[in-house]
Nanobody, 124 residues
Framework: QLKLVESGGGLVQPGGSLRLSCAAS????????IGWFRQAPGKEREGVLC????????IYADSVKGRFIISRDNAKNTVYLQMNSLKPEDAGVYYC?????????????????WGQGAQVTVSS
């Protein structure tokens, strides 16, 4: 059974850091592209960044450049999203998603399977 499970969300003060994890089961993450999306209340889901099979990453949300980093631990079959210097506007539900076509993309329909999401709140 395919599964993506996000964890690591929570409440953080502005300027703080969080690391989200996306653990996969039922398939091998390293064979596919993995994207991170986020959705703030009242807003559309937004592509944040993506990692290809080769390990290259693409940032889709300009606002996270220099602050967010995607990484992958093949041994743990897990992808991470390190979020630094968090701002209130980074708050929302963060989702990881896998593209079985092994291609990254900004749009949600690039991806075939999604995790349940992790809540990130940035507030003092």
């Amino acid at each position: 059974q395919l599964k993506l499970v996000e964890s690591g969300g929570g409440l953080v003060q502005p300027g703080g850091s969080l690391r989200l994890s996306c653990a996969a089961s039922g398939f091998t993450l390293a064979y596919y592209a993995i994207g991170w999306f986020r959705q703030a209340p009242g807003k559309e889901r937004e592509g944040v960044l993506c990692m290809t099979v080769s390990g290259d990453s693409t940032i889709y949300a300009d606002s996270v450049k220099g602050r967010f980093i995607i990484s992958r631990d093949n041994a743990k079959n897990t992808v991470y999203l390190q979020m630094n210097s968090l701002k209130p506007e980074d708050a929302g539900v963060y989702y990881c998603a896998v593209s079985f076509r092994a291609s990254c993309g900004r749009e949600a329909d690039t991806y075939d399977y999604w995790g349940q999401g992790a809540q990130v709140t940035v507030s003092s």
